[in-house]
């Protein structure tokens, strides 16, 4: 019997849709003669989650979700962001996993506990891959004016979405407010490698806000050239596993049937082959299983300007509606 648990991040007010992450456990069997498991010693601060989680065909390849704060700085090398944090401000926690729709918390900043300022607020960087994301956007800028057009009553717009720029990037702006909590979210979003990347400052003081605007000058991006010419970055294609990109294919075989989604970032070689296999949210047995089935695809070489180079796409396992569990197939948006 398997059931069925939602756990639920409050991470991010000015979304309209909830996150959630499915998590599906089995019930383990035990004789009455057998040994109950050894008790497990939780770190402090660190909550334990069985079920579905990310991983990787190798440990070199970066990863969406390998970004890290060392030595105040905040620096995610796939998605080529690096940001010094403001003074006396940190992070408390890691986010959660990505979700089966590919929904990322890459960083949280709060104020430290030697903050001495009297207003309080956040800084929140996050992630949606764009492959698999339920909000109908195809562009990460797309996500703002989605927002905006969905705003509960209780909200109010403070500046209509507008073109900013960072360190030479575009991005889109918005900002809103509560006026029965006080509270405003300054949202800017950009597009990098096929993810739409918001930057969500909250807090009731706006001048505190628009000091933390003045330190995101401080925050550096890829260039957009970069991020397309298909030498030191894999070209993001969408849908580029399905039809005649596919020569030759295995279907996963999984040992279990889960009723889960599995979403999957693959990086195909210049030779045609899968060289990077990354699953954002599957069983152990269902990534082994798929990493199996990929190192057996071949797929036509993709050319840019007439040079081999290298393809960043997804495919979409698992559970599909009314689909088998054997049935895999190029997510479609």
């Known amino acids: 019997m398997y059931t069925r648990c939602l756990t639920c991040l409050a991470v991010n007010a000015f979304l309209v849709l909830s996150l959630s992450w499915g998590q599906v456990t089995h019930a383990q069997q035990y004789s009455v003669s057998a040994s109950p498991p050894a008790a497990t010693s939780v770190p ?6 069985k079920g579905a989680w990310s991983s990787a065909s190798d440990s070199v390849t970066p990863l969406p979700e390998d970004g890290k704060i060392v ?25 959660p996993p990505p979700s089966d729709q590919g929904r990322y918390v890459l960083a949280e900043i ?11 607020g956040s800084v929140l960087i996050t992630a ?3 492959f698999f994301t339920a909000f109908p956007a195809t562009r990460g800028e797309e996500l ?9 009553s209780a909200y109010k717009v403070e500046h209509p979405p507008a073109q900013m720029t960072f360190e030479g990037r575009s991005l889109r702006f918005f900002a809103y407010w509560s006026p029965a909590a006080e509270l405003h979210w300054y949202v800017f979003a950009t597009q990098i490698r096929c993810h739409a990347i918001e930057i969500v400052l909250s807090s009731s003081d706006t001048k505190l806000i628009q000091r933390l605007m003045h330190d995101l000058n401080a925050m550096t991006f890829p260039l957009e050239d ?3 010419d298909g030498d030191t970055i894999p070209v993001c294609v969408k849908d580029y ?3 005649s990109n596919v020569i030759s294919r295995v279907d996963p075989v999984f040992s279990e049937r889960r009723f889960n989604a599995v979403p999957v970032r693959i990086v195909i070689g210049k030779d045609g082959k899968v060289k990077h296999i990354h699953s954002l949210s599957a069983f152990p047995d269902q990534a082994k299983a798929i990493v199996e089935a990929l190192a057996q695809w071949r797929f036509r070489t993709y ?16 559970y599909l509606g009314s689909a088998p569990m054997s049935d895999v197939r190029a997510r479609r948006q």
């Open 128 to 130: 949606d891959d764009l």
């Open 110 to 120: 709060v104020p430290a506990d030697t903050f001495m300022g009297r207003s309080r």
């Open 303 to 318: 050319l840019r300007h007439g040079v081999p180079v290298e393809v960043e796409t997804g495919i979409q396992f698992g």
């Open 226 to 228: 970069a991020l397309a």
């Open 241 to 243: 596993a399905n039809g």
């Open 71 to 95: 030595d105040n700085i905040y620096r995610n090398a796939y998605f080529g962001m690096s940001w010094a944090l403001p003074g006396d401000w940190t992070q408390k926690y890691n986010g």
């Open 144 to 152: 703002i004016d989605f927002t905006k057009d969905h705003l509960q």
């Open 44 to 49: 402090k601060g660190v909550i334990l989650v």
